[in-house]
């Protein structure tokens, strides 16, 4: 069954870093998401990726992320200069709209900022 | 604005008795509702979806859940638990605007004993 796959699945970086997190996502899917949980807290929203370009981005999505598709299959979240509230857990999703509005959601990339 | 609350952030039951969790939504308009679930170190897996079809929604693993309009709630329920369906479980809603960003409630963990 296909699925969504992130890399790495751990990543520790000093703040002020850049640091990039990898997405494979499912191959015939069209839209793309990224969204973040701190230690503690709820899953939340950062960003939705279609047909190339930012469709929502949400008031974390600040000038310091930006989102690339660079080919046509990774789907990546760049974090520019890391800070230490970086920290989280980042989950990549990606949906084909034929499935109802599901998305499918990657493992997951636990970022720990120094 | 589509909001959604677990109202137990723990649910400890025994193994082989029913599991109750409990999930309020709040929507200006007929929501899709989605319960998700989170083993330890896992990414988030759909366990089911409601998008305005039967109001009682089947789910994997035995989960089912029931759409109730008149009390908007979306309560996820298992006839008997399993020790691995120790997890956390998330009740999520699609937020309006066209992009399917999903919110996510604060999750509630579930702790099956022997």
């Known amino acids: 069954e296909p699925e969504v796959t992130q890399t790495p699945s751990h990543q520790v970086t000093q703040m002020g870093q850049e640091v990039i997190l990898r997405c494979v996502p499912i191959?015939?899917?069209?839209?793309f998401y990224w969204y973040r949980q701190i230690l503690g807290q709820k899953v939340e929203f950062l960003v939705s990726f279609y047909n190339n370009e930012i469709s929502e981005k949400s008031e974390i999505f600040d000038d310091q992320f930006s989102v690339e598709r660079p080919d046509g299959s990774n789907f990546t979240l760049k974090i520019r200069s890391t800070k230490l509230e970086d920290s989280a857990m980042y989950f990549c999703a990606s949906m084909d709209m034929t499935s109802g509005s599901t998305q499918y959601f990657g493992p997951g990339t636990r970022l720990t900022v120094l | 604005a589509q909001s959604v609350t677990q109202l137990d952030s723990h649910v400890s039951v025994s193994e082989g008795t029913p599991v109750l969790l409990r999930c309020n939504y709040s929507s200006s308009y007929s929501p899709s509702l989605f319960w998700y679930v989170q083993h330890p170190n896992k990414g988030l897996q759909l366990l089911l979806k409601?998008?305005?079809?039967?109001?009682l929604v089947k789910g994997i693993n035995g989960f089912e859940a029931e759409f109730k309009k008149s009390e908007t709630s979306f309560h996820l329920t298992k006839p008997s638990a399993h020790m691995s369906d120790a997890a956390e479980y998330f009740c999520?809603?699609?937020?309006?605007?066209?992009?399917?960003?999903?919110?996510f409630g604060a999750g509630t963990r579930l702790a099956v004993h022997p």
């Open positions: 999520v809603v699609i937020a309006s605007g066209g992009y399917n960003k999903l919110i």
């Open positions: 409601y998008t305005s079809a039967a109001t």
């Open positions: 191959s015939n899917h069209l839209y």
